[in-house]
Structure formats: C-alpha cells, structure tokens
C-alpha cells in the first residue's frame, strides 16, 4: 500500500515539485511588485463638459491637482463646487477602471482580486450617486 501522505515518494520528484513551486511563488511575488508600481502610477483624469476645469486623482481617488480656467472663474460658487465635486467624481471613476485593467492583466480578468476590486469601485459608484 502506497500512501502519497505517510511514505515518501522519490526524493528527485519530491525536490523539483518543491523547486518548482518555489519558482512559481517568486514569479507570483514579482508580478505582484510589478502591478502594485503600475497601480501607484495610476493617475485618472477628467475635464468638466465645457472645460472650466480639470481634475486629477491617484489610484485611491485622492485628489492630486485641479486645474481652473477662467470661465470657471464665471461660474456661481454653488455651480463650481457641483462641478469640481462631478469631475472629480468621473476622474475616480477613470482611475478605478486603470487600476482594474493594471489588476486583470497581472492576476487574469476571473482573479478573485480583480472581482473584489470590480466590487469595490461598483460600490463606490453607488454611494457616489446617493
């Protein structure tokens, strides 16, 4: 009787399935670095419709720079503020989409990551909306 789990195997076998997997853990390791420099440059942007102003976020949606044109310098104070707050929001949006294209191509578009993170940017929408 042969039990794989109490007697060993070939010694040989044993060592390259373990190499092996050590090989492939490293690579897992590399393309995670890899994808987390590519998520850090992330930057998404938006422009409002007529173009008073410009909006750029990083990959967490944090606001990086808001760029004002003089026409936005015409707008009613409310109206500059719902406009900045729009922007921003669709510069979120086009980050969110840049940083799960960055995930998928690292991990696969069926990556229980990538899915969570689909998740967290669909939730994030909604709330946008509320």
Do not use: C, W
């Not at 007529?50 to 990086?64: F, H, I, K, N, P």
């Not at 086009?94 to 294209?101: F, I, L, R, Y």
């Amino acid at each position: 009787m042969n039990d794989d789990a109490t007697l060993p195997g070939d010694p040989d076998l044993t060592i390259a399935r373990v190499q092996e997997q050590v090989e492939q853990a490293q690579q897992r390791a590399r393309v995670a670095q890899q994808m987390r420099v590519e998520v850090e440059a992330v930057r998404g942007k938006a422009t409002s419709p007529r173009r008073e102003l410009a909006v750029t976020v990083d990959a967490s949606g944090r606001l990086v720079d808001v760029e004002l044109s003089d026409a936005a310098m015409d707008l009613r104070t409310r109206d500059l503020s719902r406009l900045i707050v729009e922007t921003a929001q669709a510069a979120q949006r086009d980050a969110g989409e840049q940083a799960v294209a960055v995930t998928s191509r690292a991990f696969g578009d069926e990556s229980p990551v990538v899915a969570r993170l689909r998740d967290e940017l669909d939730a994030r929408a909604a709330e946008a909306e509320d």
